[in-house]
């Protein structure tokens, strides 16, 4: 009987391996499909406070990933596939394999979601990602694109204009699902070029494999185009990373499991949900990071009480 365990590997599940190692827990964490979550596959992280010249993604996950195993947190190499509430515990599946646990931190983070075009997987960091807080300083005096129609592609649209010399915010319809305010206040930005009833269908890259430009389709009169640009912004959702909690764990109409307002309690008791998983507004490696610790405290807290 394990007393944590910790499920998936990024900012939210390591933060949560280092509290409750060092709280003498012994935590077991199960790494899951990305080891190292969405950290892993960007380039440089420059809004992780501490570290003034920048870091390295995959470099911040695996000195998270030592700190954890130096206070005595175990690793597995295992996806989980479905969870089961015991009266006193938990039974976590994997594969042909179970543990039991007395709790249990879901960190197991949202999936950006792609086009799914031909050679988007290589060019994640190299001029195609999904955050415009993290990559979007790295894009100055040069133009960009947005793909969606959102709130979120309307927050990046903007928020890259500090940056990017003018920001294609393309959208496959020709009004914006955002709400009013966001739409608007994109809309209003004189940087910010909307391509309308629109779809990309090939990224181009140069000869280092950089994007260098996209071509779109106008969906309504068939018209194809190419857009000279260093990046695309793809903000077309998130996958929360919650569906092997199916039926145990309270969710939204989105997938993202619900917290007890304030805290990272769900409303199964001694199950925690911690980062992404639970979060599709702020969705940054400092506030998964935040939210492990808040579930690392709860859940020694659940432990001492229930001794
Ligand atoms: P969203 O509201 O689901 O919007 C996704 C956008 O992507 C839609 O415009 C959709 O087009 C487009 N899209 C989906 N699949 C596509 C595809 N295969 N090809 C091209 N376009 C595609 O997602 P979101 O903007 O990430 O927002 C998620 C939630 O977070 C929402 O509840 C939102 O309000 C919230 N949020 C809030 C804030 C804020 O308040 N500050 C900021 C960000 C997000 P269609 O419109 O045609 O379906």
Request: net charge negative; charged share 25%; glycine share 14%.
């Given at each position: 009987m394990e007393k944590v365990i910790i499920i998936g590997t990024g900012c939210a599940g390591w933060t949560s391996a280092i509290y409750t190692g060092r709280a003498n827990l012994s935590p077991l964490v199960l790494?899951?499909?990305?080891?190292?979550?969405?950290?892993?596959?960007?380039?440089?992280?420059?809004?992780?406070?501490?570290?003034p010249e920048g870091m390295m993604g995959p470099e911040l996950m695996m000195k998270m990933q030592e700190q954890a195993t130096k206070f005595g947190a175990r690793v597995e190499y295992k996806k989980v596939d479905s969870v089961k509430k015991n009266s006193q515990s938990f039974s976590i599946f994997c594969g042909d394999q179970e543990y039991e646990s007395e709790t249990v931190i879901v960190a197991t983070g949202a999936a950006p979601r792609h086009l799914?075009?031909?050679g988007e997987e290589k060019l994640i960091g190299h001029g195609l990602t999904s955050c415009a807080t993290c990559d979007?300083?790295?894009?100055?005096?040069v133009p960009v694109a947005v793909i969606g129609g959102g709130d979120s592609a309307c927050e990046e649209a903007t928020f890259l204009t500090r940056f990017a010399s003018k920001v294609y915010l393309i959208h496959?319809?020709?009004?914006?699902?955002?709400s009013k305010i966001m739409a608007e206040r994109a809309l209003d930005n004189e940087k910010i070029e909307p391509v309308w009833d629109s779809q990309v269908t090939e990224y181009l890259t140069d000869d280092d494999g950089e994007m260098k430009a996209v071509k779109v389709i106008n969906i309504k009169t068939n018209e194809e185009k190419e857009l000279d640009l260093k990046c695309v912004f793809v903000a077309i959702g998130h996958v929360p990373?919650?569906?092997?909690l199916q039926g145990l764990v309270d969710t939204d109409e989105n997938g993202y499991i619900i917290q007890v307002p304030g805290c990272t309690k769900t409303n199964v008791e001694g199950l925690f949900a911690a980062g992404d998983v639970a979060d599709h507004v702020y969705r940054q490696a400092i506030t998964a990071a935040g939210d492990g610790c808040k579930a690392a405290l709860e859940a020694e807290r659940y432990l001492a009480e229930n001794e």
């Open positions: 790494a899951g499909d990305q080891p190292g979550g969405q950290l892993t596959t960007t380039t440089e992280v420059e809004n992780y406070p501490g570290f799914g075009l031909e979007g300083a790295f894009y100055r005096d496959r319809r020709d009004e914006l699902r955002a990373n919650a569906q092997f």
